[in-house]
């Protein structure tokens, strides 16, 4: 199967920045999309941003010109860069990636999930 990884969460003040990280490892094949989400307490995971293999990216609205993804395809490592910080943006984040691996036999599919990590912004 294939784990994801996330780092880079924290506590920041409001207005400042943080830069998220998600490494796949496992027998990969192959990874299409990869996207980061967040769930607030008492809320719905949200979709924030999805990146493609080939870099096309799209947002929700509330990540639209403050968070930008991107990602590095010979690392299997997905970014979030987060500027401009709000309270309602603390949340605990995950990654989200799906596309094919191996195992020993096949290729097979896989959608994974990471463990998220916590951001946290203070007012």
């Known amino acids: 199967q294939v784990q994801l990884v996330e780092s880079g969460g924290g506590l920041v003040q409001a207005g400042g920045s943080l830069r998220l990280s998600c490494a796949a490892s496992?027998?990969?094949?192959?990874?299409?999309?990869m996207g980061w989400y967040r769930q607030a307490p008492g809320k719905q995971r949200e979709l924030l941003a999805v990146?493609?293999?080939?870099?096309?990216?799209s947002y929700a609205d509330s990540a639209k010109g403050r968070f930008t993804i991107s990602r590095d395809n010979g690392k299997n490592t997905v970014y979030l860069q987060m500027n401009s910080l709000k309270p309602e943006d603390t949340a605990v984040y995950y990654c989200?990636?799906?596309?094919?691996?191996?195992?020993?036999?096949?290729?097979?599919?896989?959608?994974?999930w990471g463990q998220g990590t916590q951001v946290t912004v203070s007012s």
């Open positions: 989200n990636a799906d596309g094919q691996y191996s195992d020993g036999i096949s290729f097979k599919s896989f959608t994974s």
């Open positions: 496992g027998r990969i094949f192959r990874i299409n999309t």
């Open positions: 990146i493609t293999s080939g870099g096309d990216t």
